[in-house]
T-cell receptor
Framework: AQTVTQSQPEMSVQEAETVTLSCTYD???????LFWYKQPPSRQMILVIR??????QNATENRFSVNFQKAAKSFSLKISDSQLGDAAMYFC???????????????FGKGTSLLVTP | DAGVIQSPRHEVTEMGQEVTLRCKPI?????LFWYRQTMMRGLELLIY????????DSGMPEDRFSAKMPNASFSTLKIQPSEPRDSAVYFC?????????????????FGPGTRLTVL
């Protein structure tokens, strides 16, 4: 089974600054998807960004971008120009391309709590 | 579409009672997942359905847990009898079958979760 590791339980960033959240994973598959989800205090799980492993180009979504290092099995999230509304738990997740692997379910890391200070 | 709907949002019950959590997936989605979130274990998959059929329930912690999907628009997760260690947030999520090359269908949508407290 694939494991996802987020080694930073908590991170802090000042408003307007940049922060990077780390994620590593373990898999024997060559093709897969990686995701970052945001969970604010409302508990709602919100998709932030997605990366297909077969794509070399790093995904970007406005202020959010990833640094995907396939050989190193690393998938970090960079938040630029941090805003107070970015404060939340951030989860890294892995998804197999094989339906036999839990039906495309997501395999989550333990999360990183991001605090944004004014 | 209203998204994935879960009810109730909060449930407080006493040990030994039966608890039923409900989920309405997004119309047209053929996969439905139940996850549990706890501080100790994080987010873990309990069970998933494909076309209303339970495919993998290996994540269900024990026989006290059961899940059903009688039709494409409704699923339940039942705990009987409940125990304090079942206290957690339970999420339901749905998605459609992925189509390679179509990223727009490759998203799993989560409901707002049910926070269960067993006293």
């Amino acid at each position: 089974a694939q494991t996802v590791t987020q080694s930073q339980p908590e991170m802090s960033v000042q408003e307007a600054e940049t922060v990077t959240l780390s994620c590593t994973y373990d898999t024997s598959e060559s093709d897969y998807y990686l995701f970052w989800y945001k969970q604010p205090p409302s508990r709602q799980m919100i998709l932030v960004i997605r990366q297909e492993a077969y794509k070399q180009q790093n995904a970007t979504e406005n202020r959010f971008s990833v640094n995907f290092q396939k050989a190193a099995k690393s998938f970090s999230l960079k938040i630029s120009d941090s805003q107070l509304g970015d404060a939340a738990m951030y989860f890294c997740a892995y998804r197999s391309l094989q339906s036999s692997n839990s039906g495309y379910a997501l395999n989550f890391g333990k999360g990183t709590s991001l605090l944004v200070t004014p | 579409d209203a998204g994935v709907i879960q009810s109730p949002r909060h449930e407080v019950t006493e040990m030994g009672q039966e608890v039923t959590l409900r989920c309405k997936p997004i119309s047209g989605h053929d996969y439905l997942f139940w996850y549990r979130q706890t501080m100790m274990r994080g987010l873990e998959l309990l069970i998933y359905f494909n076309n209303n059929v339970p495919i993998d329930d290996s994540g269900m912690p024990e026989d006290r847990f059961s899940a059903k999907m009688p039709n494409a628009s409704f699923s339940t997760l039942k705990i009987q009898p409940s125990e304090p260690r079942d206290s957690a947030v339970y999420f339901c999520a749905s998605r459609s079958s992925p189509f390679l090359g179509s990223a727009s269908t490759d998203t799993q949508y989560f409901g707002p979760g049910t926070r269960l407290t067993v006293l």
